[in-house]
């Protein structure tokens, strides 16, 4: 049988593995980024900013929005791509922001186009869809493990359980 213990490393190593953009499947970018000058004096700004350029991975897509988004990428990844240029181009703004706001609209298209039209006859500012906040991923977690230690559980225990029955 599985031990939990080997189910919290593995969940671990893919959520780190996922969060960063070298975990990112196969796509290519449709049009190559024009980087941006960084005009930042500490080493903790250049990382920042490099970080949003990059984006960040299918795990992230996961913890962020869910399900929905994390197998879109994994099974159209260039389509996914191609997704975040066109945001990036027609709303000029990050990778990070364009990723969160795909990744938003793939999980639920009607909230997103509410918020959208909301926010623009309203005049607040839009939803930071790119954020992951430390509560969301400590529970992301902590579900993502125990649901795979009852899945392993019950399939190590599924032959068992046939040859009883």
């Not at 490099?50 to 992230?60: C, I, K, R």
């Not at 027609?90 to 999980?107: H, P, T, V, W």
Request: contains cysteine.
């Amino acid at each position: 049988p599985i031990s939990a213990k080997s189910c919290v490393m593995m969940f671990a190593v893919l959520a780190v593995a996922g969060l960063s953009s070298a975990s990112y499947i196969g796509a290519s970018r449709a049009t190559p980024l024009v980087a941006r000058p960084v005009l930042a004096s500490s080493r903790a700004s250049v990382r920042a900013a490099a970080a949003e350029e990059e984006g960040y991975g299918p795990v992230g897509s996961l913890l962020r929005h869910g399900p929905v988004p994390f197998f879109s990428r994994l099974t159209d990844p260039n389509k996914y791509e191609n997704s975040v240029q066109n945001y990036m181009a027609k709303a000029k703004c990050s990778r990070l922001e364009a990723q969160g706001n795909m990744d938003f609209y793939i999980a639920d298209p009607n909230s997103w186009t509410f918020n959208e039209l909301e926010a623009k006859r309203s005049g607040r500012p839009k939803p930071d869809y790119s954020k992951l906040p430390v509560k969301q991923v400590v529970l992301s977690l902590t579900w993502g493990t125990a649901i795979t230690y009852l899945l392993a559980k019950a399939a190590a225990g599924l032959p068992e359980y046939m040859a009883n029955h």
